[in-house]
């Protein structure tokens, strides 16, 4: 069924909208060029910490060959912009762009950005199905997405340490569960139920003849 005029403009506007956010978005993120990551890290050493030595705060990490150094936080930041100042253009950009510090880091954000892309396009599947209905309706795979991009989301989240993303999508699991266990198994057994009822009805008829 065409979508109606209106139902076009409607959805030229969001595209526009989404655009216009994604481009001011863009722009403010491209232009944190010396901010701090959230994980600072050499590329090829193991997970930096802090650790007291001597009385003084220091970093502690495993380098390229397995040993634990100690080292200054001044001078551990200093390594980590001379090997980010070392990387090529685009790769810089995309490390500050999505704020990590090493290519490791990325499969976390690839999985981030799959649920959010999951969770929001649950709302244009539901949305597309209430046009093509004329009607309000939730289809099974507003759930299914629901359900998977929040999972990859919470998976994001932890990685983050983010407690605010983290109860905000796993509190929705149960919503989400629940629904298709009524769309699957519930309508299963409806569906039962109705098939004995229907039978025992054309069974009465027989037995009074």
Known sequence: MAMSPRAKWGAWIAVGVV????AVG???LSRAVNRIPVTPELADSGKARLVEHDSRV???YENAVGEQVRIEPNAYFRLVMD???AMGFGQKFIMKLFNVSSGGSMLFVAIGLLGQALFAGRLIVQWLATERSRKSVVPTAFWWMA???ASMLVVYFVWRKD???????STGWIIYVRNLYFIYFQHGLD???AEAAASTASEEPEKAT
């Open 19 to 22: 655009l216009i956010g994604l």
């Open 26 to 28: 863009f722009w403010v």
């Open 58 to 60: 220091m970093i502690a």
């Open 83 to 85: 090997e980010r100042d």
């Open 147 to 149: 359900l998977s991009g």
């Open 163 to 169: 407690i605010v993303g983290i109860l905000g999508q």
């Open 191 to 193: 569906a039962e139920t």
